[in-house]
């Protein structure tokens, strides 16, 4: 009767464990209450224990009594795991480093079957071993293979230091959150993260940085130095409006910005880094309120303008509204759009974020669309984080979520409609660039391949180290331009050993930044969206 008293206790704790701690913690709350509870549980009434270091050769303890309880607690805990963390669960992968665990592990069923032979008792306890020793292991390797995985992180390669690294930060983040450290200790190190999202799909156990990455630098804004701060202050009262943006597009910087030297930050190496990204002036492309689908309507979907994108790349979205509308959709662009709040979101300003969200909701709202695309991958990844954004606001939050449900990159919608339009040969090679925020924000690699390899002649060469960031991560190239330029100038040589003629990305900034580091190249390769591509092919052949 102890014993089952005993293992509900253990299991009522297990529970209790992975609903309020951290997975390591929880798993070693498991580990050492197995330990202790469960020899005890499994033990006949009056047994002393002596029989316990037998269980391996099942001469010592009954079958039916390990077959009722050895498995009571570890079940438990995995359903309580499985109960309260379905997602973390279901992300757990096998991966090198569980290897040296696996074989020891493995280690009582090999003693089992050299020992203990058929004897159903000696398996049982071999397996609840193996339950014991391994289940910790499983549930506890997030922080392992962080460690592990650290050597992938961008800006851990660029500084070497574990505070800057994903697991650094969050470690910084949560002592200022407790008081232990001061903002300004630790802004630095949260400023040089790209915010690039690798570690998000690479973590073993789920974990969200960029949701924590976002909170950390909003807890460590008001700590920063006032020039800092202006700088700052300056870019999200210009980036985001794109009437702002379209008054100041033909203003050229003067030359002498680059002879400031080169810096990690500042106010002149800003200034320095946008006089290098600031792409050549050319015709503004103005987009009609609504354009018809060509042939059978398939879809009505509503083209989201943006604010770099409408004021600099507006050649771009006129190219998306003829792809879609020959692929049979018809395209609607609302009038009074603004910026979606990508920017100041992944750099911590969300109270803007939010703003910028409820009025793109909005300006949605009266469309009456199928589907929110949008052609920027920093864009649609925001979008499709609305709900996260404005989950307290009791108002928008319905609204919210519909609208996140809703938004498709512009490749992932003409895949899921599949083509219908006739595409022309493209005899080219060209190399294709993974953006950030499509690739780790969205999941979103394999439909921009798709629709390239469906284009006829046209070959597709894959850029070495491809996931790794650019060094445009919204306006980091602009707040940290030192580190961008050299992962840009990395990545524009990587780019040259593929000997492609053409570079395609999905982003705006992507392109800004890789062409800016193609040039320094001594390069004229010239950079280009997907869309832009498969706008050439489906164009008719001039008679």
């Given at each position: 009767m102890h014993g089952a008293v005993l293992l509900l206790i253990y299991g009522v704790a297990a529970v209790a464990a992975f609903r309020f701690c951290a997975p390591a913690t929880a798993a070693m709350a498991v580990y050492l209450g197995g330990l202790i509870v469960l020899p005890v549980g499994i033990y006949p009434?009056?047994?002393?224990?002596?029989?316990?270091?037998?269980?391996?050769?099942?001469?010592a303890v009954p079958s039916d009594m390990l077959v009722t309880k050895a498995w009571i607690a570890p079940l438990i805990a995995v359903s309580a795991f499985a109960a309260f963390d379905r997602q973390r669960l279901l992300r757990l992968r096998f991966a090198w480093i569980d290897l040296p665990m696996v074989l020891w592990c493995a280690w009582p069923l090999v003693q089992g079957l050299l020992v203990a032979g058929a004897r159903p008792a000696g398996w049982i306890g071999a397996l609840y071993l193996c339950g014991v020793w391994g289940l910790p292991w499983i549930l506890g390797r997030a922080c392992i293979a962080a460690g592990v995985l650290i050597l992938?992180?961008?800006?851990?390669?660029?500084?070497?230091?574990?505070?800057?690294?994903?697991?650094?930060?969050?470690?910084?983040?949560?002592?200022?959150?407790d008081g232990l450290a001061e903002p300004a200790e630790v802004t630095g190190h949260l400023d040089s993260c790209l915010g690039c999202l690798a570690c998000v799909p690479a973590c073993p156990s789920g974990v969200r940085y960029d949701e924590i990455i976002e909170h950390g630098r909003e807890l460590v804004e008001s700590a920063r130095p006032v020039a800092d701060r202006a700088v700052r202050a300056g870019l999200f009262a210009l980036f985001p409006y794109p009437r702002r943006l379209a008054a100041?597009?033909?203003?050229?910087?003067?030359?002498?910005?680059?002879?400031?030297?080169?810096?990690?930050?500042?106010?002149?190496?800003?200034?320095?880094?946008?006089?290098?990204?600031?792409?050549?002036?050319?015709?503004r492309v103005p987009l009609p309120r609504r354009v018809a689908a060509r042939g059978t309507r398939r879809a009505v979907v509503g083209l989201l303008t943006g604010c770099v994108q409408s004021a600099y790349f507006s050649p771009v979205s006129a190219a998306t509204?003829?792809?879609?509308?020959?692929?049979?959709?018809?395209?609607?662009?609302?009038?009074?759009?603004?910026?979606c709040g990508a920017l100041p979101l992944h750099a911590g300003r969300t109270a803007q974020a939010r703003r910028l969200a409820r009025r793109t909701i909005a300006t949605f709202a009266r469309a009456g669309v199928d589907a929110i695309v949008t052609d920027v991958a920093g864009c649609g990844s925001a979008m499709k984080e609305y709900a996260r954004l404005l989950a307290d606001d009791p108002r928008w939050a319905p609204r919210a979520a519909r609208f996140a449900e809703a938004v498709r990159d512009v490749t992932e919608l003409l895949c899921d409609l599949g083509p219908v339009a006739p595409r022309r040969p493209l005899p080219w090679t060209v190399a294709y660039h993974d953006a950030c925020h499509l690739g780790y924000g969205q999941g979103i690699t394999a439909q921009p391949r798709e629709l390239l390899a469906g284009v006829p002649q046209l070959r597709v060469v894959e850029v070495p180290d491809g996931g790794t960031c650019c060094g445009s991560a919204g306006v980091y190239n602009l707040l940290q331009p030192e580190p961008a330029s050299r992962l840009g100038d990395r990545k524009a040589q990587a780019i040259l050993a593929t000997g492609a003629e053409l570079v395609v990305a999905g982003n705006p900034g992507c392109t800004l930044q890789i062409q800016a580091a193609l040039r320094r190249a001594g390069s004229m390769l010239k950079v280009r969206h997907t869309i832009e591509l498969l706008d050439a092919a489906l164009r008719p052949v001039a008679a």
């Amino acid at each position: 009767m102890h014993g089952a008293v005993l293992l509900l206790i253990y299991g009522v704790a297990a529970v209790a464990a992975f609903r309020f701690c951290a997975p390591a913690t929880a798993a070693m709350a498991v580990y050492l209450g197995g330990l202790i509870v469960l020899p005890v549980g499994i033990y006949p009434p009056g047994s002393s224990g002596a029989e316990f270091p037998y269980w391996i050769t099942g001469s010592a303890v009954p079958s039916d009594m390990l077959v009722t309880k050895a498995w009571i607690a570890p079940l438990i805990a995995v359903s309580a795991f499985a109960a309260f963390d379905r997602q973390r669960l279901l992300r757990l992968r096998f991966a090198w480093i569980d290897l040296p665990m696996v074989l020891w592990c493995a280690w009582p069923l090999v003693q089992g079957l050299l020992v203990a032979g058929a004897r159903p008792a000696g398996w049982i306890g071999a397996l609840y071993l193996c339950g014991v020793w391994g289940l910790p292991w499983i549930l506890g390797r997030a922080c392992i293979a962080a460690g592990v995985l650290i050597l992938l992180f961008v800006a851990y390669q660029l500084w070497g230091t574990e505070a800057d690294s994903p697991r650094g930060r969050i470690h910084l983040i949560r002592q200022v959150a407790d008081g232990l450290a001061e903002p300004a200790e630790v802004t630095g190190h949260l400023d040089s993260c790209l915010g690039c999202l690798a570690c998000v799909p690479a973590c073993p156990s789920g974990v969200r940085y960029d949701e924590i990455i976002e909170h950390g630098r909003e807890l460590v804004e008001s700590a920063r130095p006032v020039a800092d701060r202006a700088v700052r202050a300056g870019l999200f009262a210009l980036f985001p409006y794109p009437r702002r943006l379209a008054a100041v597009r033909g203003v050229r910087p003067p030359q002498w910005l680059g002879s400031i030297p080169r810096q990690r930050s500042g106010i002149g190496a800003t200034a320095r880094a946008a006089a290098e990204l600031a792409p050549p002036p050319g015709p503004r492309v103005p987009l009609p309120r609504r354009v018809a689908a060509r042939g059978t309507r398939r879809a009505v979907v509503g083209l989201l303008t943006g604010c770099v994108q409408s004021a600099y790349f507006s050649p771009v979205s006129a190219a998306t509204v003829r792809v879609l509308a020959r692929e049979g959709c018809e395209v609607v662009i609302p009038r009074g759009q603004s910026c979606c709040g990508a920017l100041p979101l992944h750099a911590g300003r969300t109270a803007q974020a939010r703003r910028l969200a409820r009025r793109t909701i909005a300006t949605f709202a009266r469309a009456g669309v199928d589907a929110i695309v949008t052609d920027v991958a920093g864009c649609g990844s925001a979008m499709k984080e609305y709900a996260r954004l404005l989950a307290d606001d009791p108002r928008w939050a319905p609204r919210a979520a519909r609208f996140a449900e809703a938004v498709r990159d512009v490749t992932e919608l003409l895949c899921d409609l599949g083509p219908v339009a006739p595409r022309r040969p493209l005899p080219w090679t060209v190399a294709y660039h993974d953006a950030c925020h499509l690739g780790y924000g969205q999941g979103i690699t394999a439909q921009p391949r798709e629709l390239l390899a469906g284009v006829p002649q046209l070959r597709v060469v894959e850029v070495p180290d491809g996931g790794t960031c650019c060094g445009s991560a919204g306006v980091y190239n602009l707040l940290q331009p030192e580190p961008a330029s050299r992962l840009g100038d990395r990545k524009a040589q990587a780019i040259l050993a593929t000997g492609a003629e053409l570079v395609v990305a999905g982003n705006p900034g992507c392109t800004l930044q890789i062409q800016a580091a193609l040039r320094r190249a001594g390069s004229m390769l010239k950079v280009r969206h997907t869309i832009e591509l498969l706008d050439a092919a489906l164009r008719p052949v001039a008679a």
